[in-house]
């Protein structure tokens, strides 16, 4: 009889197809990590390295141009704080280390914990911004109506491309208080 | 039952189709050619490919509709069988592919082009909120909220429709002429898409990341536009007005602004008399929270709460006055800390502890408010 | 396996024809009756999303709120491409499937007729679920067919759970039934039936069932993250938590677009088999067609983002998914210049399938021209989220998926039933959807290019005359519907007796069996030569 084969057959049909569903499944989940490598790549959404730049090297600045750096501050419908950038622009040297700040206050009757979310336009020049310290690398707790200096401390990579001159750096702050471990020194601190 | 016979069905289909360009010539809704170089290299492509399918759709039809007419069984027609043809099947793969190519060229140089927002003049941040737009001047301190201003009564069919209904703001977006805007779109909450069509300018705005796009309109005018991406309730009632001026007038204008602000600024120290801040009170809710909580303050059951005659309204102030500013995470209530000035959080409150028979004579002023957002 | 083993014993203790009453149906493991309930079930679904067209239509008549709040109107807009996509098409091609599959490949029956009757029985329970919504507190789902986040997530109604586990249980659906039309095809083919042999209907939906397997476990990752981020606090699409909002439209339409394709290529097959017949005359390049639907399977999951052209991708990828969707128009094309070709010196007859299927030919192409318009990006800037969307998808699944069907329909019912339908109205039918469809969708082009943006319950005063006529074309269609109703009920209590072969230039071993086709298709192998 010919039965068996065709029962084996069958059986490794569905085993293949059953294998193609599962594969695709954690496809699915792989998609999240793949896409921000992807991300990093291509600077889609403008996103930035979550790490501190290490890469600093003194003496390699690039005094022959200059580089336009805007900051923009928004705030989530969640995020009752103000948020604003120090200063609007800084002109700057393509890797020169310099510092500014965001201001930011808590306009709640609460203690609040607020994680900035950076995002650079164009998309393309997000892998040239680095970040040696920022305040997005970790939720920034501030007590109900305290007021705080975000600092930002970045180098623009000597090897950004010669056609961009204006870089525009975003920070959209959320409210992290449902995810947040709050840090309550922090908030003893400022409420001194 | 004559037009059902099938010999009537083909040319019936056919007519239908032929009307379609026809129409499209006598009826003018063609998309818009713009005020842009970029909305007319676009609006060029469109047409250019519309007339291409235009043509494969004669040629296609063509051939079928000859089919239908003389090689019908009723014509005493004899089917040949044949039924495979290399040479035919490698021209019509090729053929297309010579066309895309064709069409591909163009576009290619056209988007590049659009992606080209290098060398601003001007540098606009575009911010999407349910359910309207919010423009910041980036580095000249200028920047407010534009909201639908169509009244109720003629959404509702009460009153007449004006000529712009539906596209028509409280505060349009000001730019000048002939020069390089730059926008940078972000949006508060969900997503939504920042449309101009003379413009040819469509970008998502998306919570949390800021998306470029830019415009050079070269004529002066008033340019409506629509939120492009479903956004929740009030979708189709966040229209966007883009007025283009000469440079003298954006100059003028944008200077009254600044001035305007100040001013504003300076409010939240004068003295509010009740009256006063309940009028105030009422046009911002009006502005602000009447798209859910309706303007009779009854909300919508099971979506959006009521605020008459609730507790919350009548006894618990610092509880209305904390929902106000810091919203209910979770829900679709935003926090409008940092969306309303000290002076309309006051009206508001107060407006809306004493609207609709709340009438607990309560009054918020503005230093109530300075004194809760300094943590007191 | 178990399900393998379960197949003999099914088989066997059925040989002497269905049970009686409701136990028939609900136990059921034969292929005709799953077959039939499966069409039932899309037609009922095809009338109730349908019916909420027709809110939506009737609140678009004139500019201003006349009937429903906005609220309810995108609850409408959701339910009804969910349902509609969901719940008729794809339902509806399942049905043919598990009718046809079995007697055009010689088997007796599906290979795991059990999980046949599994995959079928979660339909109705996944759709209670999900129109269970609309009476929930918040209201149904409201954010679109789409469900972008955080719109879906942070924002969604307490409902979206529920939408969640349905969307959950359609997917094993199809993931089930998709598995069983594999093995069928594979394994239990008659001898000689080579591959290459195989009905074009057969060969869609075997590509089709492959992109089922591999795109709907994908949707339900892609659902189970919105869930997680729901419930769980994690933050796959959630910006505070290093999540992205993009990545959601990502994932969704590397399900979506293929998705497209699952709706479309079946319906492919069923042209592919009627255009023949009525033109006396082979198939014109069978084997290019296979590849055609092969490579257009492929090129599916490489284009996903023309969906997203506005979303602010990078140049380089705006380019790379521009291209890559101008491609699918070359094997589109060689499909549409078969058919053409096929009816080419044929000796033509225009029966109430052909009217159909000639009618899906000639709309189909205006919906790929409308879509190859629709990938070239820079003027998508301007197309995106307009009518002119609405217009194309709607030109490519009306008279693409539902015009096939309905041609498969009448194709097929008077083998499934034994007699021939009442044919003038059938014409009826035909024609007043055909002009319906067209009054409906046609100037849904001008307003979208107009600018009118989709899914909005209002409009501005320059599009009202259009969206008039749009609604009357709309309801003319919907109301025309019922006919195929009465048309079905009819033919299957009685009317002409039809022979085995019921169409003269028919062929395939569907037209070798007896009409009505007996409980159980091919008993003994037949031989393929």
Known sequence: MEEQPKQAELARTIRRSVLIVCGMFFFGFALVPLYDVFCEVTGINGKTSGERYEGVTAGKVDESRTVRLQFVASTNAEMPWEFRPGEFELVVHPGEVRDTVYLARNLAERDMVGQAVPSVSPGLAAKYLHKVECFCFQQQPLAAGAEAELPLRFMIDPEIPEDIHTLTLSYTLFNADRAAVRNKTVLAQQRN | MRFLNPRWSVPAAMLLMMASPIARAAWELNMTEGVTAVSREIFGLHMLIFWICVVIGVVVFGVMFWSIFAHRRSQGAKASQFHESTTVEIIWTVVPFVILIAMAVPSTGALVRIYDTGDADIDIKVNGYQWKWQYEYLGEGVSFFSNLSTPKDEIYNRAEKNENYLLEVDEPLVIPVDKKVRFLVTANDVIHSWWVPELAVKRDAIPGFINEAWTKAEKVGTYRGQCAELCGKDHGFMPIVVEVKSQEDYDAWLLARKELAAKEAELKNKQWTMAELMERGEQVYTKNCAACHQANGQGVAGTFPSLKGTDMMLKDRAGHIDVIINGRPGTMMAAYGPQLSEVDIAAVVTYERNAWGNDTGDMVTPMDIVAIKQGQ | MSAVVDHHAADDHHHHGPQSGFRRWLFTTNHKDIGTMYLWFSFIMFLYGGSMAMILRAELFQPGLQLIEPEFFNQMTTMHGLIMVFGAVMPAFVGLANWLIPMMVGAPDMALPRMNNWSFWLLPFAFSMLISTMFMEGGGPNFGWTFYAPLST????????????????????????????????????????????????????????????????????????????????????????????????????????????????????????????????????????????????????????????????????????????????????????????????????????????????????????????????????????????????????????IFAIMAGVYYWLPKWTGHMYNVPLSRLHFWLSFIGLNVAFFPMHFVGLAGMPRRIPDYALQFADFNMISTVGAFLFGVSQFILLVIVIQCIKGGRKVSAQVWDGAEGLEWTLPSPAPYHSFTTPPEVR
């Open chain 3, 154 to 401: 942070t924002y969604a109604p307490p409902s979206v759970t529920f939408f969640i586990f349905a969307v959950h249980l359609m997917g094993i659906s199809s993931i089930m039934g998709s598995i069983n039309i594999i093995a069928t095809i594979l394994n239990l083919r008659a001898p000689g039936m080579t591959l290459m042999k195989m009905p074009l209907f057969v060969w869609t939906w075997l590509i089709t069932a492959y992109l089922l397997i591999a795109v709907m476990p994908v949707l339900a990752g892609a659902v189970t993250m919105m869930l997680m981020d729901i419930h769980f606090g994690t933050s796959f699409f959630n910006a505070a938590g290093g999540g992205d909002p993009v990545l959601f439209q990502h994932v969704f339409w590397f399900f979506g677009h293929p998705e497209v394709y699952i709706m479309i290529l079946p319906g492919f097959g069923v042209v592919s088999q009627i255009i023949p017949t009525f033109s006396r005359k082979p198939l014109f390049g069978y084997t290019s067609m296979v590849y055609a639907t092969a490579s257009i399977a492929f090129l599916s999951f490489i284009v996903w983002a023309h969906h997203m052209f506005t979303v602010g991708m990078p140049l380089a990828a705006e380019l790379f998914f521009m291209y890559a969707t101008m491609l699918i128009a070359v094997p589109t094309g060689v499909k549409v210049f078969n058919w053409v070709t096929t009816m080419w010196r044929g000796s033509l007859s225009f029966e109430t399938p052909m009217l159909f299927s000639i009618a899906f030919i000639v709309l189909f192409t205006i919906g790929g021209l409308s879509g190859l318009m629709l990938a070239i990006a820079p003027s998508d800037f301007q197309y995106h989220d307009t009518y002119f969307v609405v217009a194309h998808f709607h030109y490519v699944l009306i008279p693409g998926a």
